[in-house]
């Protein structure tokens, strides 16, 4: 049984560049949330989808944006890269907002 | 004032002690509480889940639930230094949707000491 996977594994980008992150949701679940992780910090709610449709959303600028797919996979936008949006950026999928499983992340640097 | 609050530490024990650590929270409706172990460079991995008053044991892990005072522990027994890690509390909040929100407080970081 496939957990959650995230692609890419690492990522370095420049500022001002966009930048497009992967999930893929454990079999059975429905729901997908986005998390920021900075260094020395506890996951920052991004947003969540659920349905195809982004549900709640944290306190993040525009710049991030999502979508989710038919099949339940989720995407994370970023534009205009900042320097501090260099984090471990975490999918957690879940079914309708319980049971929480969360893919192994992705390192975004900006330089 | 911040949805979940946790003291960042370090918590600094020595292996074999008891190692507690403390969460509290804003959302007087919210009804699951989570602890999460998190490895440097590591995505967090669920240790407990605890959803009624009282406490709730799992080998040398036991959480403890006040819903009265918005406040969730975890007690680890015996700590060992393969414990040493960030422990993140979480609750999921529900507000006006139907599809809750995990929420995470800060992480304490625990070192247990040989």
């Known amino acids: 049984d496939a957990g959650v996977t995230q692609s890419p594994t690492h990522l370095i980008k420049t500022r001002g560049q966009q930048v497009t992150l992967r999930c893929s949701p454990k079999?059975?679940?429905?729901?997908v949330s986005w998390y920021q992780q900075a260094l020395g910090q506890g996951p920052q709610f991004i947003f969540q989808?659920?349905?195809?449709?982004?549900?709640q959303r944290g306190n993040f600028p525009d710049r991030f944006s999502g979508h989710q797919f038919p099949n339940y996979s989720s995407e994370l936008n970023v534009n205009a890269l900042l320097l501090g949006d260099s984090a471990l950026y975490l999918c957690?999928?879940?079914?309708?907002?319980?049971?929480?499983?969360f893919g192994s992340g992705t390192r975004l640097t900006v330089v | 004032q911040k949805e979940v609050e946790q003291n960042s530490g370090p918590l600094s024990v020595p292996e074999g002690a008891i190692a507690s650590l403390n969460c509290t929270y804003s959302d007087r409706v919210s009804q699951s509480f989570f602890w999460y172990r998190q490895y440097s460079g590591k995505s967090p991995e669920l240790i407990m889940s605890i959803y009624s008053n009282g406490d709730k044991e799992d080998g040398r892990f036991t959480a403890q639930l006040n819903k009265a005072s918005q406040y969730v522990s975890l007690l680890i027994r015996d700590s060992q230094p393969s414990d040493s890690a960030t422990y993140l509390c979480?609750?999921?909040?529900?507000?006006?949707?139907?599809?809750?929100?995990?929420?995470f407080g800060q992480g304490t970081t625990l070192q247990v000491k040989p």
């Open positions: 079999s059975g679940h429905d729901t």
């Open positions: 989808y659920y349905e195809e449709e982004e549900r």
């Open positions: 979480a609750v999921n909040m529900y507000g006006s949707s139907n599809t809750g929100k995990l929420i």
């Open positions: 957690a999928s879940s079914f309708r907002g319980y049971g929480y499983t």
